[in-house]
């Protein structure tokens, strides 16, 4: 085992996006190295585990330099949830502590609905979003009364990506940029 696990993740993420951009090949080599990191959380540091009472967090834990890919810590306070939205490029998500709902929705007829059943991903669990396999989902914290961290890999700086927002009943979209919650990164060198 990794004594620093963060570290090890960004090194083979950067050696995986140097001989692989394909899609699908990106998810299946990316996801054991998720289920590594996600394994334990003495890694992550307590200033990128922190909830906010207002909103839900997005903390960058490393963003690749050529910008193939970015990891981010999300907290979600007690009841947090994330409006109808989507992220036009692939992402994994690997619950950390605590458990979230995620659910899927799909265009009809120019409303979103939901799609199959709300998913409850527990620590442990893998979640992948893009616009191949399913790019819009709603994603809330499954408690009420506690913090739940989740990772989340993504194609790109998600914090700079265009996105959008929906209204589930107008089907109308809104332009978003996630932004993150913290100017610092965590030292992987020290
Ligand atoms: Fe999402």
């Known amino acids: 085992m990794s004594a620093n696990p963060l570290k090890e993740f960004v090194v083979e993420m950067t050696r995986l996006s140097d001989r ?22 003495d890694w992550l540091p307590e200033a990128c585990a922190q909830p906010d009472p207002r909103f839900y967090r997005q903390y960058l834990l490393h963003c690749d330099p050529l910008q ?20 036009t490029t692939w992402g994994l998500i690997g619950v950390l502590e605590g458990a979230e709902h995620s659910q899927k929705y799909a265009e009809e007829g120019g409303v979103w609905r939901p799609q199959r ?5 527990e620590p442990g669990a893998i ?19 506690r ?29 978003f940029r996630s932004g993150y919650s913290l100017d610092t990164l965590p030292n992987i060198w020290s």
């Open 20 to 41: 692989e951009s394909d899609e699908s090949r990106l998810f299946e080599q990316a996801t054991p190295l998720m289920a590594a990191l996600i394994a334990r959380s």
């Open 68 to 87: 193939r890919f970015s990891l981010v810590s999300f907290v979600w306070g007690p009841g947090q949830q994330t409006p109808i939205h989507d992220h």
């Open 117 to 121: 059943e709300e998913e409850l991903l």
């Open 127 to 145: 979640d992948a979003v893009s616009p191949t396999i399913g790019d819009v989902h709603k994603v809330r914290n499954a408690w009420d009364n």
């Open 147 to 175: 913090t739940s961290i989740s990772i989340h890999l993504y194609g790109g700086n998600i914090g700079q990506i265009d996105r959008h927002v929906f209204d589930p009943q107008s089907g109308r979209a809104k332009d």
